[in-house]
């Protein structure tokens, strides 16, 4: 039976060295990136938010290390940049961690943090999160899992920053590569109590719940035919490599420019040109 307090996919969570870098590099491929978030001491890092409906990209670095951020730092070191780990969205944190600890997975958590966040109208506000996390050793495909709920919807829902010149509007796929796609999705599917779908070119789709993005385990070898024409240069044999985006085709085209690889009916930025994390953007 599916966890009743942990639903789809919230966002993605991809690691950078230099945030502010990062950041402007996603300017330039059209997305609109939130004001600069500062997390605490304790957590020594920092972000950047894209934001879709109903959920969003983040881009995350380390600006002090910290005990908290030790995998993090270890992830750039061995990896390199790229989707370091995925958020569920959480219902409620205490009661979905007691029902992971049910299945036999100890949380790490629940973890109450907040983020100052500066408003439209120059205000300081407060982005305000309880979170919990599964089992660190269990990376199925390489990635982390955790599960937030957000105490503070109206400082990271934000209108003026949910609109996208390359006219993204939401997640469709996170995309993991894996020498052993049905493994690692059966494990990822027993994590979250969620059944495995095998498609038609050998992938392992993971629904992740409700109307949210779809988790996609395939090989290399799978993901390169699926967008023929894309240099795949910088992806491991194993860990998240993109991110599936419903948008406007059209305007997705215009915003990357050359950036941009016309490949499977839409349009594709190589992992390369964005920060180890390929990009496809789909009819929405």
């Not at 109208?121 to 089992?135: L, Q, V, Y």
Request: with cysteine.
């Amino acid at each position: 039976m599916a966890l009743k307090n942990v639903i789809g996919i919230d966002h993605a969570v991809i690691m950078v060295k230099d945030l502010d870098q990062a950041a402007a590099n996603y300017k330039r491929l059209g997305f609109t990136v939130s004001p600069r978030g500062t997390h605490s001491a304790h957590m020594g890092s920092g972000n950047y938010t894209i934001m879709f409906d109903p959920d969003y990209m983040e881009l995350l670095g380390v600006l002090t290390p910290t005990e908290h951020n030790a995998p993090a730092r270890a992830y750039l070191d061995t990896r390199g940049e790229g989707i370091e780990r995925v958020a569920f969205t959480a219902v409620d944190s205490a009661e979905g961690a007691e029902e992971i600890r049910a299945r036999g997975y100890p949380p790490v958590g629940p973890t109450d943090f907040e983020r100052p966040v500066t408003m439209p109208n120059g205000t300081i506000s407060a982005a305000k999160f309880r979170t919990f996390e599964w089992p660190r050793a269990e990376t199925p495909g390489g990635i982390r899992i955790f599960a937030c709920q957000h105490k503070t919807r109206e400082t990271v829902w934000i209108p003026e920053l949910m609109q996208h010149a390359n006219g993204a509007k939401r997640l469709k796929q996170v995309v993991i590569v894996s020498p052993e796609p049905a493994k690692d999705a059966a494990h990822l599917s027993k994590m979250t109590d969620r059944d495995v779908r095998n498609e038609a070119d050998g992938a392992v789709a993971v629904p992740s719940g409700g109307d949210r993005a779809d988790f996609v385990f395939l090989t290399r070898d799978q993901l390169g035919k699926r967008y023929p024409g894309v240099s795949l240069a910088g992806l491991p044999e194993r860990g998240g490599a993109g991110l599936v985006i419903a948008a406007d085709v059209a305007a997705a085209e215009k915003a990357l420019g050359t950036t941009g690889v016309h490949s499977a009916g839409g349009i594709v930025v190589p992992p390369a040109a964005g920060n180890g994390t390929l990009l496809a953007f789909v009819k929405a």
